[in-house]
């Protein structure tokens, strides 16, 4: 019997990120966030979010707090869509998209938007106060428009006037990574001439008592790859990208190249132990943007700074770009942002290219000398070409992104 091969992943036509933003508890806007990378200063504090009282460091937005949605959508209020509203009201992002909308039309624009618990702090609060002898909760909760997975990419939608496919991504913490990956094939069937893709999660009960339980969180700010990990600190986020084909005579820019995708199955919340899948992801991402490995500059690590997630993490790394690629991440600065992990890494990866600038792991003194990858603990200035960027989620649920700088 004659077997004949077929590739996993065809060569992908970049797409722009026409425009970007990100809000997260280093600031609010991208010059917040540089200048939060290049000073080394983070954006952790101990644990300060409404009367959670236990040894940890988070990343909070405290902008979050004072904002107030506009009137026509303040059916939607609740801290995951203020903090979706904050981040899309920066770097001039909204009119970008409304420029967009008027290039293509509002139906011709879609809303693809990671988020692994949305509003469910609406939900927690609301239990709090359901009337004791009848199990009512109080009459402005509504799960809708608040907990539903959906809210905030039908809220970043109609905020943002566009008729679109709209559609939310929960794959924890690659939801956000996956949200590029399903808004290139939406523009690549046709369906859409720009897509708005992003990640928002901002902070809850659920998952800080929640990996509190679990024995995940560190009483002190995260060190990813150091040999005293122990924990992650938990962060919010909301971060946003505008992708488009490349425009004759556009500018030069940051393009998404590739994308790779897998799912490990070992286990509900650990990865496989020799990283298989994160490997698969990063070698399909390569693939599909037609580079080598020896073509990246810069691998934008997940990096949680748990045993277990940097160790197989560098196994699939150093395993497939050896010890010669600068590594690190970025969770030292503004915590594990869960569902908007991909979209942070994503737009700190355009500010590497874009600056030629690679960040280092922050807090990170004493790198672990069983990982044998090159973990950055000093900046390094240098030119960036393309970068990979890592997001890997409970279950085993992998994504890699490609980004490389477009010419004129």
């Known amino acids: 019997m004659a077997f004949c091969w077929i590739p996993v992943c065809c ?7 026409s425009a970007y933003t990100l809000v997260s508890a280093v600031g609010c806007g991208l010059e917040a966030t540089r200048s939060a990378l290049r000073e080394g200063r983070s954006g952790l504090r101990p644990c300060d979010f409404l009367d959670v009282r236990f040894p940890a460091w988070i990343g909070r937005v405290e902008a979050v707090e004072k904002v107030v949605l506009p009137r026509p959508l303040q059916h939607f209020d609740c801290r995951n869509n203020r903090l979706a509203y904050l981040g899309m009201c920066q770097d001039g992002f909204a009119a970008a998209v409304g420029e967009a909308r008027r290039r293509y039309g509002a139906d011709r624009i879609g809303v693809v938007v990671g988020t692994s618990t949305s509003g469910i702090l609406e939900t927690e609060l609301a239990f709090r106060g359901a009337d004791q002898t009848t199990g009512e909760l109080p009459a402005p909760f509504s799960y809708q428009f608040a907990h539903n997975t959906f809210s905030v990419a039908d809220f970043t939608g109609q905020f943002l006037g566009l008729g679109g496919p709209a559609l939310a991504v929960s794959t924890a913490c690659s939801s956000s990574s996956k949200a590029f990956a399903s808004g290139q094939r939406l523009i690549a069937a046709g369906l859409c001439d720009a897509v708005v893709v992003g990640g928002v999660d901002s902070l809850c009960l659920t998952t800080l008592l929640g990996f509190s339980a679990l024995e995940l969180v560190s009483d002190q700010p995260c060190r990813p790859a150091d040999v ?5 600190s938990i962060g919010e986020a909301a971060g946003y990208a505008l992708l488009e084909r490349p425009a004759p005579g556009g500018t030069a820019g940051v393009a998404l190249l590739g994308y790779g995708e897998s799912t490990d199955a070992y286990h509900m919340s650990s990865p496989h132990p020799e990283g298989l899948g994160a490997r698969l992801a990063m070698e399909q991402a390569l693939q599909r943007a037609g580079i080598t490995a020896d073509q990246i500059d810069y691998v934008n690590l997940h990096g949680t700074a748990t045993r277990s997630n940097d160790t197989t993490e560098d196994k699939a790394v150093a395993g497939l770009f050896g010890d010669r690629v600068p590594t690190s991440s970025v969770k030292g600065w503004i915590g594990h942002t869960l569902g908007a992990a991909g ?18 792991s922050l807090n990170t003194r004493e790198v672990d000398p069983e990982l044998r990858s090159w973990i950055l603990t000093e900046r390094l200035q240098r030119p960036v070409r393309h970068v990979l960027s890592n997001a890997f989620g409970f279950g085993g649920n992998n994504v890699s992104l490609v980004f490389g700088r477009v010419a004129a």
Do not use: C, E, F, Q
């Open 228 to 232: 005293r990990r122990n924990g992650i």
């Open 343 to 360: 979209i942070v890494n994503a737009i700190v990866s355009s500010l590497a290219i874009v600056d030629g600038t690679i960040p280092p």
């Open 11 to 17: 060569l992908m036509p970049p797409l722009v990120l």
